[in-house]
């Protein structure tokens, strides 16, 4: 079963910087797009980031561009989410997402989600 594992819940004063990590298991990342999605309390799921397995064409929200990073590394099997400049409004739970075809924004376009992870950005 296509498993896809976030690093743990975690707390982060404003202005700090985290890196976020997916490890796939029984997926090759280099063979699907990676995103990162997020939930806030109270907010519906949104898009993040996302990179293409193609080519390593990367797509990011408004919100985060100029401040996250997604790469992945083809090695571990993993993607990977760094957040600077952080936020409040970037507390959510983040979610690491997966498809087999071309970047997209929509949730119901990623066939395999990890269990996601609670990013808490105090003010």
């Known amino acids: 079963q296509v498993q896809l594992a976030e690093s743990g819940c975690l707390l982060v004063p404003s202005l700090g910087s985290l890196i976020l990590s997916c490890a796939a298991s029984?997926?090759?990342?280099?063979?699907?797009?990676m995103a990162w999605f997020r939930q806030g309390p109270g907010k519906e799921r949104e898009f993040v980031a996302a990179?293409?397995?193609?080519?390593?064409?990367?797509y990011y929200a408004d919100s985060v561009k100029g401040r996250f990073t997604i790469s992945r590394d083809n090695a571990k099997n993993s993607a990977y989410l760094q957040m600077n400049s952080l936020k409040p409004e970037d507390t959510a739970v983040y979610y690491c997402?997966?498809?087999?075809?071309?970047?997209?924004?929509?949730?119901?376009?990623?066939?395999?989600w990890g269990q996601g992870t609670q990013v808490t950005v105090s003010s």
């Open positions: 990179i293409r397995w193609t080519v390593p064409i990367v």
């Open positions: 997402a997966a498809q087999d075809s071309s970047a997209s924004v929509r949730n119901s376009d990623y066939n395999y």
């Open positions: 029984l997926l090759t990342v280099s063979r699907y797009t």
